[in-house]
């Protein structure tokens, strides 16, 4: 962090694509993070050898990261980030309460739903919220590929707070290693740009099985992605997020940024696990429905999407450490 920060000890929460991402660039830069898993063999392996880090630029570093499982309870720190799926944070929440006070809690999730209920069950906090567009993918427990650059906006829900001085020093860090780190003062109007750029490219890359970059190279996708902009345009603009040509062609500028990427949601369905396309697609098909919107192309990505991974035995088994 810059020398006038507080110091901070990160405890990054989630052992998977992200988490690692973040995890590992703040211990090489020289801060101090630690990181809770699921399984307590993925924690071993990350103490036992080293996790490894493909950064961009190609280079393959070892990272001397201490990891510990969930089981012990959290680490002492001043920042957690919640860098789980969002269906897996009411699994979190006895960990969460017991998070002090005078610690900062940043969420990273995709998807909408976990803001609104973060707040309900942690009502005595102030939580903040970060929007992600810098891709990862975990190799393996121990491995993870830095995959495209972007920004990390982050702010509160509601505009009910200034960053605190953690949050300003963590992002004073995002910075000083090249990430376009910004805080907002409502995370809002970002939630629903990133919710509408996942609900366009996440289940397409993973109905075609693509990188992100793939998107842009097809203009039978192109055409589908532009109507289902439309219909998730209607929704937010109802939600007072007006939405028009510049949000579509950020949306662009997502798929060549992490042209490599393997979006989220093609990772779940490669391993056969749970998406997040419920707080994503089906959090505007339920908008829609609530202000009568119709969203039918939202609706039959959601129920392609569940189709998917209802289907078939797991397919990849090497990588559940
Ligand atoms: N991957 C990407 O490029 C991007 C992802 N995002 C978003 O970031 C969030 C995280 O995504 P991603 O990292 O890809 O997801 P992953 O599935 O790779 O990682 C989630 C991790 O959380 C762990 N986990 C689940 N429950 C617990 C628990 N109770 N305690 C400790 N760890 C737990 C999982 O463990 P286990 O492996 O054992 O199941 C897994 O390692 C998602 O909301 C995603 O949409 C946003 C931008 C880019
Ligand atoms: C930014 C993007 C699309 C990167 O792949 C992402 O958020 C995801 O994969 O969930």
Not at 61 to 78: D, K, Y
Request: net charge neutral; with cysteine; proline share 6%.
């Amino acid at each position: 962090m810059r020398s006038e920060s507080i110091p901070v000890k990160t405890v990054v929460i989630g052992g998977g694509a992200v988490g690692l991402l973040y995890a590992a660039r703040l211990v090489l830069s020289g801060q101090s993070a630690s990181v809770v898993t699921r399984s307590p063999l993925q924690a071993e392996q990350i103490n036992r050898q080293k996790m490894s880090f493909h950064s961009l630029d190609g280079q393959v570093l070892p990272v001397p990261l201490a990891a510990s499982p969930i089981e012990q309870g959290l680490p002492p720190g001043n920042l957690y980030l919640l860098a789980v799926k969002q269906n897996d944070l009411p699994g979190l929440l006895p960990f969460l309460r017991e998070i002090p006070q005078n610690a900062s809690i940043l969420a990273l999730q995709n998807g909408m739903g976990h803001q609104e209920w973060l707040a309900e069950k942690l009502p005595d906090r102030i939580c903040y919220f970060g929007i992600n567009a810098e891709g990862a993918r975990r190799l393996s427990g121990t491995e993870v590929i830095h995959t495209g650059s972007g920004s990390l906006r982050v702010g509160p829900w509601n505009e009910t707070a200034g960053p605190d001085p953690v949050i300003s020093a963590f992002l004073d860090w995002a910075r000083s290693v090249q990430i376009q780190a910004t805080f907002e003062a409502s995370i809002q109007p970002f939630a629903w740009r990133k919710l509408v750029a996942n609900a366009l490219i996440n289940p397409l890359t993973a109905i075609f099985e693509v990188p992100n970059g793939a998107l842009l190279e097809n203009p039978y996708t192109v055409d589908l992605m532009r109507d289902l902009f439309v219909e998730a345009a209607a929704v937010a603009n109802h939600h007072g997020q007006k939405l028009g040509e510049t949000d579509w062609q950020e949306i662009f500028a997502i798929c060549r940024n992490t042209s490599r990427n393997l979006s989220s949601m093609l990772q779940d369905v490669k391993r056969q696990r749970r998406t997040e396309v419920e707080a994503i697609n089906g959090y505007l098909v339920q908008k829609g429905k609530e202000a009568g919107i119709p969203t039918p192309l939202h609706e039959s990505l959601l129920r392609v999407i569940l189709l998917k991974t209802s289907m078939g035995e797991e397919k990849v088994g090497g990588d559940r450490s």
